[in-house]
């Protein structure tokens, strides 16, 4: 089994199994980068070589399955967001401070772009595509006259909140510690983003993601930046609907997190809660504050928890700490 390995200087040591994986800044933030370019490429490319009006299925699917894919490739390495919507609900839920939020945004962005100048250039190719930015406006958000359906400003921004509410949603509850079922996020919000996008396509190919939004945008006709105000406005108030209700239960809910979660996407959070100032500390410096506020063991003595056959402190506590939620006691 080969182990990890980081793309920045200041990764802590990898264990050999991989359990204590703590990949950098840098190394998140690249493939928060590959990731939203994949999504980019599948979101778009698919429906701009298709007829999306007549036949949406394909294209909703694809950018699904690519959701999907890009989760299991890199979701272990940055918890998987590559949308800011997500990235804000993960923030507004406690799970990453704002400076690397901050970050993801601006990686994202940086991807989304590559990616849609990719499907440009390959567009300009295509003899029988004279005007590229036409055709880029056939996949772009829109509202009003740029809307398949003719959907007014109002209602669009009312589906971009609703959708991308509920992909938050799907997303936070599917990758919580306590969630026994973390293995299967990125089927679950995979399959989440791709009904979401059967429904979003007609209404103005709402995209539930302000990095699309503005990817598509920026190569398409001058309409497309005037309007995209409303892909970044909605997603975010959705996802910050989505993050305080997520917070809400963390802090309401008690008992003690289920331990049966798998190593693939609650790997991912573990790292995103090291993101806390309290995480930085190791667990024998942990187990030895726990001995010295029970009367136990001196900060210079070794833990009891370190005796042949006691049983051993345990290990990840501010992480579960971190997933009941920053006032959960």
Same mark, same amino acid.
Request: aromatic share 8%; no cysteine; glycine share 12%.
């Given at each position: !089994? ?68 890009? !989760? ?80 007014? !400003? ?38 989440? !983003? ?136």
């Amino acid at each position: !089994m080969t182990t990890p390995v980081s793309l920045s200087t200041t990764d802590a040591e990898p264990h050999p199994d991989g359990a204590g994986f703590r990949p950098g800044l840098l190394s998140r933030l690249a493939a928060e980068a590959f990731g939203a370019l994949f999504l980019v490429v599948a979101g778009l490319g698919v429906p701009l070589f298709t007829l999306p009006q007549s036949n949406p299925l394909p294209a909703a699917l694809a950018a699904g399955l690519a959701v999907t894919a890009a !989760m299991l490739a890199f979701a272990y390495v940055s918890g998987g967001h590559f949308n800011p919507a997500i990235t804000l609900g993960n923030l507004v839920a406690g799970r990453i401070r704002s400076g690397h939020a901050a970050a993801y945004v601006g990686a994202q962005l940086v991807g989304a772009a590559a990616g849609a100048l990719a499907l440009f250039g390959v567009l300009r190719t295509i003899p029988n595509i004279p005007d590229t930015r036409a055709a880029f406006d056939t996949v772009t958000a829109g509202f009003g006259e740029h809307s398949v359906i003719q959907a007014s !400003m109002a209602g669009v921004l009312l589906a971009e909140v609703l959708g991308a509410a509920l992909l938050v949603a799907v997303f936070l509850g599917t990758t919580a510690r306590r969630n026994i079922h973390a293995a299967a996020a990125p089927f679950a919000v995979g399959l989440a !983003m791709a009904v979401l996008l059967q429904f979003g396509q007609a209404v103005g190919n709402a995209p539930f993601n302000p990095a699309r939004a503005t990817a598509s945008a920026l190569f398409s006709n001058s309409w497309a930046l005037g309007q995209l105000w409303l892909f970044w406005v909605a997603p975010l108030v959705g996802a910050a609907i989505a993050g305080l209700v997520f917070r809400g239960f963390s802090d309401t809910t008690g008992g003690t997190p289920a331990t049966g979660t798998a190593a693939g996407t609650a790997g991912s959070d573990e790292d995103l809660a090291r993101d806390f100032d309290d995480a930085a500390d190791s667990d024998e410096e942990a187990a030895a504050r726990r001995a010295e506020a029970a009367g136990g063991t001196s900060g210079s003595e070794k833990p009891a928890t370190d005796k042949p056959g006691s049983r051993p402190a345990p290990a990840g506590d501010d992480v579960r700490d971190f997933f009941d939620g920053p006032g959960h006691k």
